[in-house]
T-cell receptor, first 111, second 115 residues
Framework: KQEVTQIPAALSVPEGENLVLNCSFT??????LQWFRQDPGKGLTSLLL?????REQTSGRLNASLDKSSGRSTLYIAASQPGDSATYLC??????????FGGGTRLMVKP | DTGVSQDPRHKITKRGQNVTFRCDPI?????LYWYRQTLGQGPEFLTY????????KSRLLSDRFSAERPKGSFSTLEIQRTEQGDSAMYLC?????????????FGNGTRLTVT
């Protein structure tokens, strides 16, 4: 059974800091990995999708990496802003075409 | 922007009542997923459809839960005889067919509170 873990569960940083969110998964037989952002009481917004054959994806200040063999992904956020405050979720797509999610990292960026 | 639409946004019901939620996926997407999310947790998979066929169901989906997608477009999720433990955010997502390559797009969810 695929299990996804995100560390840390919560993170508070001052504005302007670069930060790294971690995601690990137990079964490396994945199709892809997706990072999402979730604001309180809202649905999920897709940030980045990394296919199993790729090593990283970039979008603006966000960079996500994937090391499938070790079962790890990181989301790097450069020059963090208060508007980045949200919960960040990673999810792996695997057999059965379902996504298995981690528990999320709650990020607070203080002005 | 015609993203994934869910209705209602909020539902408060008394224990024992039946509730039904609706999801309208992105129009060209033929895969549709239902997830449940409780406070402070990541979403948990419930079921998914490809066109009108329900291809996968989680063990979380008890006999009181039923999902349909009759014409391969919108979907409904019904919960019968609701229990307080059913209180959660119910999320719908859609994607296009591919070998697992396309991203899932989520709606804003329906928040269910069972009193």
């Amino acid at each position: 059974k695929q299990e996804v873990t995100q560390i840390p569960a919560a993170l508070s940083v001052p504005e302007g800091e670069n930060l790294v969110l971690n995601c690990s998964f137990t079964d490396s037989a994945i199709y892809n990995l997706q990072w999402f952002r979730q604001d309180p009481g809202k649905g999920l917004t897709s940030l980045l999708l990394i296919q199993s054959s790729q090593r990283e994806q970039t979008s603006g200040r966000l960079n996500a990496s994937l090391d499938k063999s070790s079962g790890r992904s990181t989301l790097y956020i450069a020059a963090s802003q208060p508007g980045d405050s949200a919960t960040y979720l990673c999810a792996v797509r695997h057999a059965g075409n379902m996504l298995t999610f981690g528990g999320g990292t709650r990020l607070m960026v203080k002005p | 922007d015609t993203g994934v639409s869910q209705d209602p946004r909020h539902k408060i019901t008394k224990r024992g009542q039946n509730v039904t939620f609706r999801c309208d996926p992105i129009s060209e997407h033929n895969r549709l997923y239902w997830y449940r999310q409780t406070l402070g947790q990541g979403p948990e998979f419930l079921t998914y459809f490809q066109n009108e066929a329900q291809l996968e169901k989680s063990r979380l989906l008890s006999d009181r839960f039923s999902a349909e997608r009759p014409k391969g477009s919108f979907s409904t999720l019904e919960i019968q005889r609701t229990e307080q433990g059913d209180s959660a955010m119910y999320l719908c997502a859609s994607s296009s067919v591919g070998t697992g390559l396309s991203p899932l797009h989520f709606g804003n969810g329906t928040r269910l509170t069972v009193t």
